[in-house]
């Protein structure tokens, strides 16, 4: 990973402490959201926010566009990801993403997830096969696997999903420009065009 910080299936006591998401207005290219998200930066910085999943060949097929662009862009900008598990599927691959921040090993295991389950086609959807896996990349498999079931990580996981309600995420990839705009493939139509509207958005909010 070059950069980092990204149907629910959430049970009626989760979406019951989500508050209720507000209409999005449509721009060229990307939605906005109505109300804001606050992104907790100073002012003149700008937060680009990828929500994925490890098991999606989508955010897969996206990884270039997305860490080309993170290699260069503007100083003022923060790219962070969040990984909410929006199928409970999903949750075991969004644990491992958790735990490797909490661990700060994501730069060991990021990339190598990601072509371990769409280019090796290893079977990597369970805590087990996951730890396992990262064991074989230098990090402590046994920590590891402690830490996807951690107080921690499942805080996070449910912070994730929290701010994929308020944003009206229901798909990744999916980018959030400065807690104020969305857009994604069906949007953008494809990754230059989520690319061209991500640079758009940036000096937009920069200027403003």
Known sequence: MKMTRRQFGLSMTAMAAIPAVPALAQGKGYETLENPIPTGLEAGRVEVLEHFWFGCPHCFAFEPSINAWAESKPDYVEF??????????????????????????????????????????????????????????????????????????????????????????????????????????????GHQGIINVINELVEQEHNA
Do not use: C
């Open 80 to 189: 962070v990801r969040e990984a909410p598990p929006l199928n409970p599927a999903w949750t075991p691959h969004s644990k491992a993403f958790y735990a490797a921040e909490l661990m700060g090993v994501t730069d060991k295991m990021f990339d190598e997830l990601f072509d371990g389950i769409h280019v090796d086609r290893k079977r990597l959807h369970t805590n087990e096969t996951i730890s396992k896996f990262v064991g074989t990349l230098g990090i402590d498999s046994e920590e590891f696997s402690a830490n996807m079931e951690s107080l921690h990580v499942d805080s996070r996981i449910r912070r994730s999903l929290q701010m994929a309600r308020q944003a009206r995420v229901n798909g990744v990839p999916s980018i959030i420009i400065n807690g104020k705009f969305r857009t994604g493939n069906s949007l953008a139509g």
